[in-house]
């Protein structure tokens, strides 16, 4: 038997998903064919999601063998973590201080980079996302720090 | 004729200074992102999605076309030059166009494939004009049973075009009908798995999962491979094709025009599968066959036209039937939708300026593109010389300023997050993004129409069936999927007879 390690994983996930949605969709009212209440469509789907799911599993027990790749978790996290930054810094920080925040954080995620590279990446798209967002677009959000009182 | 009319309005759209600069705007990002490597259209369009709130419904979709079709312009360039793809749809060009620089023809090549291009695009921007009207009148005459049918079509054609495993790519599309679940019910206002999260009752962001799909998880995927650019460029010597080289050309420029036109309306389709499939047909048709792998100019115009056409004329679904045919447009229905605009049937008669200034910038975008391209050809290779660490934390605060400004909170911030994370994970485990973002688009309409069809039917399901042109819909639906999963049997059949 040649297992197919990515699609049985898939299949696994697709299966999980829709247990998940028709968990939740007990909440909903089914209604009749004729008149669906909202929880009719969402049944459907998640059903055949979930045999969808399962013919992806049980294929996957034979087409195989394909194994689960690894994964660049360092790269992963980083890049996650600078959104973060990013979203926890913008409205008490501003929009400076989030740019900031996110280049430094993703910087980390490739070894190449140089400290002073990336100081002149920060100043470069702070000016840019100024001219872009603020001068352009007029997005309203703070550019400085609420606490220097300079919003 | 109606048809010169409709143009003429179309062209006094277009050539207004805000379309006109616009366009440029758009086929100008659009080369340079198909000349990089690692950041494709549909990342990009989904990226300046949120820029295009302030402009006209009509700018915006110009801008947007423009990037499409600049991008297959752009991606030929590198090809040719680097033997390096910058999108997926120049992939076939490498295989000849790269033979061709390597003999000296580095011109040539180029200059085929941008006339050639242009060539496709013109005829194709033709048809979209052409079978535009023809193909809405039939689509006036659809009751909600065969709006359904045709999007069960489109979903169904898109799955089994899409690239790997069928059944993961039908899964695909069916989780992303069910992540357009979410939100308020439209009939009763009843909250769906929105957690009492406030910012869910509308639904998941399209902008979040798209940037998210596409541009971040893109990011981490380009993150972990080592970069690998050469430096080694061909020089670009005479621009000129000889006498010879251009009588070769003349037929697989028809011939890919005609392959690309064809395939671009499929749903799923779109311009790599084109591109294939001219290179496939020229390999086998053509009188130089033989010369095919050392440099065959035909290996080069036909699928550069066949792309370029693939491009325009899969718009014809999204313009006439409101169905998108891939990822870009369905980003393209998402855009529209914003702007308040629903695509569909009547696109073209409530919003004749939208439709025909479309149509006509994208010929004017053609010409614009021929005269971005191949003179600065020098330009866009010096491009390839921005490392790829500079480029991606640009790409990430573009992301994170757009998706905030949407709706001024950071929740689709962190959704988009979310997105790229579970995006990385189905690209890990070879997941196709596309078919979900088709999914997910059509998921809404879809329900809408199954529910209203089953009320008329008084909750009768042979209402689809009874119906000609649904059941016609349905019928091609099942041959579809039918003849696609046969060869994978057999395949497989065969498989297991050799290792018996």
Redesign the interface.
């Known amino acids: 038997m040649k297992i197919n390690a990515?699609?049985v994983?898939?299949g696994a996930?697709?299966i999980g998903?829709a247990v998940i949605?028709l968990w939740?969709?007990q909440d909903?009212?089914l209604g009749?064919?004729?008149?669906?209440?909202?929880?009719?469509?969402?049944m459907m789907?998640?059903w055949?999601?979930m045999g969808?799911?399962a013919?992806?599993l049980l294929?996957g027990l034979f087409?195989g063998p394909?194994r689960?790749?690894r994964?660049?978790w360092r790269?992963?996290t980083l890049?996650?973590a600078?959104?973060?930054v990013?979203?926890?810094l913008?409205?008490s920080g501003g929009?400076f201080l989030?740019?900031a925040g996110?280049?430094g954080v993703?910087?980390l995620?490739?070894r190449?980079?140089r400290p002073l590279?990336v100081l002149g990446?920060m100043v470069f798209?702070m000016a840019?996302?100024w001219f872009?967002?603020i001068r352009e677009?007029d997005?309203?959000?703070n550019l400085f720090p609420v606490f220097l009182g300079m919003g | 004729m109606d048809l010169f009319a409709n143009l003429y309005l179309g062209f006094s759209v277009a050539l207004s200074f805000e379309n006109l600069s616009f366009a440029l705007l758009g086929a100008f990002i659009g080369t340079a992102i198909g000349v990089l490597p690692g950041i494709g259209p549909v990342a990009t369009i989904s990226l300046l999605l949120p820029?295009t709130f302030?402009m006209s419904a009509t700018t915006a979709i110009i801008m947007l076309a423009g990037i499409y079709y600049g991008a297959q312009y752009g991606g030929s360039t590198t090809s040719i030059l680097l033997n390096l793809p910058g999108e997926v749809s120049s992939v076939v060009t490498t295989l000849e166009g790269y033979k061709m620089a390597r003999k000296g023809r580095a011109g040539a090549a180029l200059t085929i494939a941008a006339v050639g291009s242009f060539f496709a695009g013109t005829i194709s921007t033709l048809l979209v004009a052409a079978s535009g009207p023809l193909l809405t009148s039939v689509a006036l005459s659809f009751g909600p049973a065969d709006y359904f049918s045709l999007m069960l079509l489109g979903l169904i054609i898109s799955a089994v075009l899409a690239q790997g495993?069928i059944?993961?790519a039908?899964?695909m599309v069916?989780?992303g009908?069910?992540l357009g679940?979410v939100g308020t019910?439209v009939?009763?206002g009843?909250q769906?798995?929105t957690f009492g999260v406030p910012e869910l009752s509308d639904g998941i962001g399209f902008v979040a999962v798209a940037m998210g799909m596409f541009g971040?998880a893109e990011?981490?995927l380009n993150?972990?491979r080592p970069e690998s650019r050469s430096v080694l460029t061909n020089k670009v010597d005479s621009l000129w094709l000889t006498r010879e080289e251009f009588k070769r050309s003349i037929a697989p420029v028809l011939r890919g025009t005609a392959i690309g036109s064809t395939l671009g309306i499929l749903p799923g389709g779109g311009a790599s599968l084109a591109a294939f499939g001219s290179y496939m047909m020229e390999s086998k048709v053509s009188k130089f066959r033989h010369e095919f792998g050392t440099g065959a100019i035909e290996g080069v115009a036909g699928p550069e036209a066949a792309n370029n056409a693939a491009a325009q004329t899969s718009f014809i679904p999204l313009l006439t039937l409101g169905i998108p045919a891939n990822a870009v447009m369905a980003l393209m229905v998402g855009a529209l939708i914003i702007q308040g605009i629903q695509p569909g049937p009547r696109m073209v008669e409530a919003q004749p300026d939208l439709f025909w200034g479309l149509i006509a910038s994208m010929w004017v975008g053609n010409l614009m593109l021929l005269v971005i391209n191949l003179p600065m050809i020098g330009m866009w290779v010096k491009l390839l010389e921005v490392?790829?660490?500079?480029l991606?934390?640009?790409i990430?605060?573009?992301?994170?300023?757009g998706v905030?400004?949407l709706n001024?909170n950071?929740f689709d911030?962190?959704l988009?997050?979310l997105f790229?994370?579970f995006g990385?994970?189905c690209s890990?485990?070879?997941?196709e993004g596309a078919p979900m973002l088709i999914g997910f688009v059509l998921?809404p309409m879809m329900?809408e129409h199954?529910?209203r069809a089953?009320?008329l039917s008084?909750?009768d399901?042979m209402v689809f069936i009874q119906r000609p042109i649904s059941a016609t819909l349905l019928a091609i639906g099942a041959i579809a999927l039918i003849t696609m999963l046969l060869p994978a049997l057999r395949k497989?059949k065969e498989a297991a007879l050799a290792e018996g």
């Open positions: 990515k699609d994983a898939s996930l697709l998903i949605g939740l969709n909903h009212t009749t064919a004729r008149r669906m209440g909202p929880g009719y469509m969402p789907t998640f055949l999601l969808l799911g013919i992806v294929l087409n394909d689960l790749e994964w660049a790269e992963l890049i996650l600078s959104l973060v990013f979203a926890l913008l409205e929009l989030s740019i996110l280049v993703a910087a995620g490739d190449t980079h590279g990446l798209l840019l996302c872009v967002f677009l997005i309203r959000v | 820029i302030g495993s059944v993961k039908i899964a069916v989780l009908v069910a679940l019910d009939q009763t009843q769906r798995f971040i990011i981490i993150l972990e490392p790829y660490r500079h991606y934390p640009a990430l605060i573009f992301c994170a300023i905030y400004s001024n950071v911030v962190y988009t997050m790229g994370l990385y994970l890990k485990l070879k997941l998921g329900e199954l529910r089953m009320l008084r909750g399901p497989k």
